[in-house]
């Protein structure tokens, strides 16, 4: 079994700071890529930022220069911290990672949080 959590959403002002945090569980083996993901109500699912477990990162031109992804793994936590956040950032913010299972060989499978809501009010 493996859970997938993320935390730290809520509502902030424009101009504001907010820290997300995900963390996996469970029986895992491996973690590789970690992702952030938004979904802006009514709109479709986008990729904010990744995370290779050698650190390495990528980030959506949207968010660039104002969000920094970065993880722990020993801890299987991944985070985003979004300054400088905007209306236009509000959404659903989801965790994504690829791992292998306990007992799975060498099989990835992917994993997703519940979501949480991040308003941004102007």
Request: glycine residues 10%.
């Amino acid at each position: 079994q493996v859970q997938v959590v993320e935390s730290g959403g809520g509502l902030v002002q424009a101009g504001g700071s907010l820290r997300l945090s995900c963390a996996a569980s469970g029986s895992i083996f491996s973690i590789n890529a970690m992702d952030w993901y938004r979904q802006p109500a009514g709109k479709q699912r986008e990729l904010v930022a990744t995370i290779t477990r050698a650190g390495s990162t990528n980030y959506a031109d949207a968010v660039k220069g104002r969000f920094a992804i970065s993880r722990d793994n020993a801890k299987n936590t991944v985070y985003l911290q979004m300054n400088s956040l905007a209306p236009e950032d509000t959404a659903v913010y989801y965790c994504h990672a690829d791992l292998i299972r306990v007992g799975d060989g060498v099989r990835w499978s992917s994993y997703w949080g519940q979501g949480t809501q991040v308003t941004v009010s102007s």
